[in-house]
């Protein structure tokens, strides 16, 4: 076969669901439960999911991965826990949670849930929910999320020769749009206050506890999940704190008890820059307000945003049936592509990662239904390394290792890390730190280790010595920042507009 064809051939991803031959040998049934945001959704998949012998719950976040974990396991069922950072296995465990990333498709299961399925049409996770959809080994699958990718699951269903049910769900509670908020004094208890940068959100946390100290819970997406979860229970039960500040880290999965949400800003960076909300993000951050059966209310810190939150939410009623998910990602396996490497380059130390990942996206085969993943930021931490002439495997695990590229500190410590394996075939952290840290320099540490622990799971132990050691100084790292929380300096009302 001539070395074209050859690459051709490996870069043909028309029949995705053959990569799953177990998922294949008989039919499943799979259950759509279709609706809003808290209409009770995932609560009715998850009673399917108890009741069978055994059972595996996709989560699209490691905290709510972590939550419904906690939830199993005190329901009587014993449950473990999988993510790109942690594994707690429980002895005799009959269920399991995951993230979408670390599913075992291997493993049969009685039943399985994949919640927010809706992300399958997402640019850069999407294909971790195609695989799960088309991969799991198991008679009986729930999925949970809103109507957008109906037709698509329809006709994936088809193609894979399952069995598929709907069931349509309406919300608990209703959401109103009410007046703005302009001033810290109308404040409630039970608000929650979404803003777009971290930056802002401590302000915000600043100006209203100079008022009345200890009042405001504080949720974003640097912080570690262990401090995510204390600030959420918090808010949830304790009487004194009465406000949550967050980005939209609120916005998926997890439950709190908002009664309004209130939007300070309307506008986002979304790494590409900043940009006006879009009518389902609004909605999706919205319907944080009010929980199980309370009604909840939304507005904006001017009159002007709030017309804009009413309008977006209007959108997307009228857009139900005219916006849909329909395609869904997919990325090859690293078999794929490291064959595919081979064939397109005679010789192997010259193979630079991202180089081969965009020939290979460009000459891929993809059927109607899908899309091949966005391939920015793996081949953005690729470049970053492609100096160091790491093994084309290193490359492939360094450049998917799940970076925040805002973040330089970060990925300078990649390229460090990077180095050191390729000098010494070992890495090695030297810890040192002490109290007096910022709470920014202990974000940036927690991430460091977080990013240490996950690439230790590629490899064997002698190659990240530290791994012990920093699980527990990650631990203490987070019970410092959970401290700083609270000993924030106050500053200048008037940080609050520079701010925005
Ligand atoms: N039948 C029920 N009995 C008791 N509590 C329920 C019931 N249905 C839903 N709830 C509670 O209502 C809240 C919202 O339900 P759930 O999380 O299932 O909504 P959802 O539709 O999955 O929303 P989301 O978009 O937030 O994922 C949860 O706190 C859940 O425990
Ligand atoms: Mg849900």
Known sequence: MSRLRGLKKIAD??????????????????????????????????????????????????????????????????CSLITGEEKTI?????????????????????????????????????????NALLGLWSPEIHLTGDKRPLRLIKNLAKITGDELQTFEYNRLSHLEVCEPVTSIKDLKEGDCIIAFSRKTCHKLKKIIERKDPGSCAIIYGNLPIETRKEQARKFNEEKSVKYLISTDAVGMGLNYNISRVIFFDIKKNDGSGIRKLRPWEVKQISGRAGRFEKNGL??????????????????TQLSIERETVNRAGLFPIYSQISEYAEQLTQNSKDIVYHKVLQSF???????????FQSI???CYNSELLWHLHLDFEDQYVFSHSPLRLTSKYLTRSLGEMAKNLKRKGEVKLIMEFDNTWSLDHLENLHALFELYIWLSKNYEPQVFPNYNDVCYQKKIIAELIEKKLDELPYEDADEIRKAR
């Not at 055994?54 to 976040?61: K, M, N, Q």
């Not at 939304?298 to 959108?315: G, N, P, R, Y």
Request: aromatic fraction near 10%; proline fraction near 4%; include cysteine.
């Open 13 to 78: 991803l028309r029949s995705p669901h053959e990569w799953f031959p177990l998922a294949r040998i008989s039919p499943r049934k799979i259950n759509y439960h279709i609706g809003p945001t808290n209409s009770g959704k995932t609560y009715s998949a998850l009673e399917h999911l108890k009741k069978a012998k055994t059972g595996i719950y996709c989560s699209p976040l490691r905290l709510l991965a972590s939550e419904i974990f906690e939830k199993l396991n005190s329901s009587g069922i014993k």
């Open 90 to 130: 429980i002895p005799g465990a009959t269920h399991m949670s995951c993230t979408m990333e670390s599913i075992n498709l291997d493993e049969s299961y009685d039943c399985a849930l994949i919640d927010e399925i809706q992300m399958i049409g997402d640019q850069d996770r999407g294909s971790s929910w195609t």
């Open 298 to 315: 939304v507005t904006a810190w001017s009159l002007e945003d709030a017309k804009f939150i009413s309008q977006s939410l209007i959108e």
């Open 361 to 371: 996206e460009k000459s891929a085969f993809i059927e109607k239904f899908y899309f």
């Open 376 to 378: 920015d930021e793996v």
